[in-house]
């Protein structure tokens, strides 16, 4: 009874007449496309499971890394593991504040304070210092986002790297032609399968890791997230899956370089990497992502292959996302302005003083030089991108020298990591011979 009430589940869950398009079946996506013995293959919906192993590696390698890299980095920076102070030991206020309240009122101090013999303004401080204990020290912060930094620039540059050669990345209408029977190469499954594997660590270690206001909004984040990866790669809409996975890395980092710099007490450094996470946040997900991505899940797919049931749950967690989207750029501006009013970020003071460093305005002068060059040479708009990138990295070294104008740990370890994937990423793929790229990378490691 238990097995046929399972068979039918399963058959009921896996119904090809939701999943996929009319006149395709399961079977069809079974076979290996091109020539026997070529390697590639479809998508199936048992590779999603490697995922699980590899979110436990991948939450393995953050400790090494949290306890090897990031925490050494951190001391080196000043940053210590004190945390703040301790609360006096009392057995009845902590039984009252793990089982009763954290936050008792008037009435339950007065109780307290009769029953202990203690002033209220001490019964209060001691609620103060009791809740403020159970707060990660800044070390904890540092070390968590010095992780995620450096994930999310390795994720989103491999994804560039990747992507940069795909024919749907300069004409979207490419991830619909043939569609299903796009075969899934070894690059674009592992692109997807780590991906998906970073947010199940996430989902799972969002529970110990430091909480904060916006909890529910990323745990539903997470749920749409891991939701789109997967149904897009049994439903093999990957192709369309890989851009927004990209454009989704496009700002993560920069929120985090702006925690490092914030716990690393660089002011001005935090502020100028907050604007541009604003900046990049607002254009990727309420310009780019409406206006490339849904246009063409919604209109070219149903130009090209037409809507099936599976279709609509597909846009119906992308149109999700896009609310999300709202509610953050909602959140980030009303922070910028808050922090304006009170003087906390210096807009003017970092955003003109930024380009006041000799190097950064050789550089932008050279790149206006050079964008007038590009369109002649090499067209627009993979040309302009191309120095687009190349300037955001010559910068990134400005910026650095500029803000915290000292050396230390973290800004050589992310001017290092800077020059690394600027060598990466116009050396190796000989993007780099038409221009003056050569002086920037230069620059940039001096």
């Not at 069809?28 to 199936?44: I, K, M, T, V, W």
């Not at 690393?264 to 935090?270: D, F, M, P, V």
């Not at 807009?347 to 369109?375: D, T």
């Amino acid at each position: 009874m238990a097995a046929a009430a399972a068979a039918a589940l399963r058959a009921w869950f896996w119904n090809e007449r939701f999943w996929l398009p009319h006149n395709v079946t399961w079977a069809d996506l079974a076979g290996e496309p091109g020539a026997p013995g070529s390697g590639l293959q479809y998508p199936r919906a048992g590779h999603v499971l490697s995922a699980f192993p590899l979110a436990l590696g991948i939450f393995a390698v953050r400790l090494l890394f949290e306890r090897f890299i990031a925490k050494p980095c951190a001391i080196n920076l000043g940053i210590q593991d004190s945390g703040p102070h301790r609360a006096q030991p009392n057995a009845i206020l902590e039984k009252v504040f793990t089982s009763i309240t954290k936050s008792p009122d008037g009435k339950r101090l007065e109780g307290l304070s009769k029953q202990l013999d203690w002033d209220v303004r001490k019964i209060q401080r001691w609620f103060r210092h009791r809740r403020n204990q159970d707060k990660p020290t800044t070390l904890t912060k540092f070390c968590e986002s010095m992780w995620r930094f450096t994930f999310y620039l390795s994720i989103f540059f491999y994804g560039i790297r990747f992507l940069w050669t795909a024919p749907w990345f300069w004409d979207t209408r490419q991830c619909w032609y043939n569609y299903p029977f796009q075969p899934l190469t070894s690059r674009l499954y592992y692109y997807y399968i780590l991906e998906l594997a970073f947010y199940w660590s996430l989902m799972f270690s969002q529970f110990t890791d430091i909480k904060r206001k916006d909890f529910l909004i990323m745990f539903v984040h997470h749920l749409a997230t891991i939701g789109l990866i997967t149904f897009s790669y049994m439903n093999n809409m990957v192709r369309v899956g890989t851009l927004v996975l990209c454009l989704h890395d496009a700002s993560d980092f920069l929120l985090e370089a702006a925690k490092l710099a914030n716990y690393a007490k660089y002011q001005r450094l935090c502020d100028a990497f907050f604007m541009l996470f604003g900046v990049v946040f607002i254009v990727t997900r309420l310009g780019i992502y409406p206006f490339w991505i849904l246009n063409t899940t919604l209109f070219e797919s149903w130009e090209l292959i037409g809507p099936y049931p599976s279709w609509w749950l597909f846009n119906g967690l992308l149109v999700t996302l896009q609310i999300l989207h709202v509610i953050w750029s909602y959140l980030i501006v009303r922070t910028a302005s808050k922090a304006l009013v009170r003087g906390k970020v210096r807009l003017l003071g970092s955003a003109l003083g930024l380009f006041s460093y000799k190097p950064c305005e050789v550089i932008m002068r050279n790149w206006a030089l050079q964008c007038r060059l590009v369109l002649v040479l090499e067209g627009f708009p993979s040309g302009v991108l191309c120095r687009m990138i190349s300037f955001y990295f010559s910068c990134s070294a400005g910026l650095i020298a500029r803000c915290t104008q000292r050396q230390g740990c973290f800004p050589l370890w992310f001017h290092s990591t800077s020059a690394l994937f600027y060598y990466y990423f116009f050396f190796k793929s000989d993007l780099w011979y038409s221009d003056l790229s050569f002086f920037h990378f230069f620059l940039l490691c001096v």
